[in-house]
């Protein structure tokens, strides 16, 4: 079984130091920042500039070295404990972005008793010192890396606590719940049904109300996180290429009149309406003596096992053969399928969307775009997309995976009805699922793991 541990169990099994970390990003810039938080940071601003600065006014200094020689002129700011990110003292060195310049100042700090920091360790002392709960520190990261306008709005939210605030409020009437339930078997001689005088049931079925609201609004925070993997599948020719430049809305793939042009994956990132998208153009599928094209052939196969969706593309003139049949049956079930039916131009059919037999048929032009918003409104409909993104957090894989996980216990406790005990128990385990995503119980290595992706100075 997983030991969970308090965030204050883990806390004591760090020794404090200080740790320094060059903030901003790689390469040359305007302006570089130097981070440094620990019980040296006032030592360390002594040693490079010659006093602490007034705890959070800015003060414009000379950094240097140890024997006096100038590394630059630039801002500096001290935040005294507990008021700063971390919860710690922190010194923030604002000086000219060069890469070298900030090796150097990065360099001074350790020389006076820091060392460099790991990845996600500012974010994890602030998690560890109740700067914020990990479900803001990992919206951290997730500000930082948003590739949507929709994804940043949503980090922010659950960076500002919003996500957190919907996980809180569900504990408190889970615990409050627990807390009626356990009192029951306090008092086993009493006569009295607790249970149903307590409107346990009642009770329960609102939490698991409010449940299903937030897993909604976190699974669409997932995918404005994750995205959705798209795979195009199909013979050669019949317009993969030409309907991912129509995706793209750029030229990322090569189309000719010649059957089998591309011989490999090509991958590009989109956006629909701020969900990202990963496209998956691949090579033809046929019988060919071709050995680069049999490799191409190959990693299409196996783009199939990771996408989400695969568009199983036909010349809208010929139909589905026995080949597309061959295909499909070869595609993982767990995948979703749609017919995309492509060159209707040559034709002259409109473009449409169609249920036949259970089955999604779009029938499309990737010369012309005909359709082509037919498909993108499908294709946000398998992914779960809600046209109304306000509320929506930020949420991770994890995050999903604990709230179903509380989901299956609520329904436990609620066929647990006639029997006390084993009630409480899905109710204790329902709230320790739920408290993991705040970080309240959480498996230390799970933290190892969350930081461990950030960048470093974060």
Not at 24 to 31: D, E, H, N, P
Not at 96 to 114: K, S
Not at 206 to 230: C, D, H
Request: some cysteine; proline content about 3%; charged content about 20%.
């Amino acid at each position: 079984m997983l030991k969970l541990y308090s965030k204050n169990q883990v806390s004591n099994t760090n020794v404090v130091e200080t740790i320094a970390a060059i903030a901003t990003a790689s390469g040359a810039g305007g302006i570089g920042i130097v981070r440094v938080s620990g019980p040296a940071s006032r030592l360390i601003a002594l040693g490079i500039l010659g006093q602490c600065p007034t705890p959070r006014h800015a003060a414009y200094l000379d950094f240097k070295l140890e024997d006096g020689t100038l590394i630059d002129r630039g801002i500096a700011i001290f935040y005294a404990n507990p008021h700063s990110y971390t919860g710690e003292d922190v010194l923030e060195l604002q000086a000219h972005g060069g890469t070298a310049l900030m090796q150097i100042l990065l360099a001074r700090c350790i020389e006076l008793g820091a060392r460099q920091a790991e990845p996600g360790e500012f974010t994890r002392r602030a998690y560890l010192n109740d700067k914020l709960d990990l479900a803001q520190a990992e919206a951290v990261a997730d500000v930082i890396s948003a590739a949507t306008v929709e994804a940043a709005k949503s980090a922010v939210r659950s960076l500002s606590g919003e996500f957190s605030k919907h996980i809180n409020a569900l504990l408190l009437r889970l615990i409050d719940l627990r807390m009626f339930v356990e009192a029951c078997l306090d008092f086993p001689e009493e006569e009295i049904d607790f249970i149903t005088q307590g409107r346990v049931a009642e009770k329960l079925e609102t939490i698991m109300v409010e449940l299903l609201a937030v897993f909604s609004k976190a699974k669409q925070g997932s995918l404005l996180r994750e995205g959705i993997v798209v795979v195009l599948v199909g013979q050669p020719n019949v317009g993969k290429s030409s309907l991912m430049n129509q995706l793209a809305g750029e030229d990322v793939a090569i189309v000719t009149s010649v059957a089998g042009t591309t011989r490999d994956t090509i991958k590009n990132a989109i956006q629909i309406n701020g969900v990202p998208l990963h496209i998956i153009d691949t090579a033809g599928l046929r019988e060919t003596d071709d050995e680069v094209e049999k490799f191409g052939i190959e990693r299409t196969w196996r783009a199939t096992e990771t996408a989400n969706i695969a568009l199983l593309l036909v010349d809208a003139a010929h139909g589905i053969g026995e080949p597309e049949k061959t295909i499909l049956a070869r595609l993982p079930r767990e995948i979703h399928k749609i017919w995309v039916h492509n060159k209707i131009d040559v034709g002259n059919t409109q473009p449409s969307c169609e249920q036949v037999d259970g089955a999604t048929h779009i029938y499309l032009s990737a010369k012309t775009g005909d359709g082509l918003a037919l498909l993108k409104n499908q294709l946000l409909a398998l992914a779960g997309y809600q046209s109304n993104s306000e509320g929506i957090f930020m949420a991770r894989a994890r995050h999903l995976q604990a709230l179903t996980q509380v989901d299956m216990h609520l329904n436990g406790a609620k066929r647990q009805m006639s029997s006390a005990e084993l009630l409480a128990e899905e109710l204790r385990l329902a709230q320790d699922q739920l408290a993991s995503i705040t970080g309240e119980f959480t498996p230390d290595d799970l933290l190892g793991e969350i930081f461990s992706k950030f960048c470093i100075g974060k």
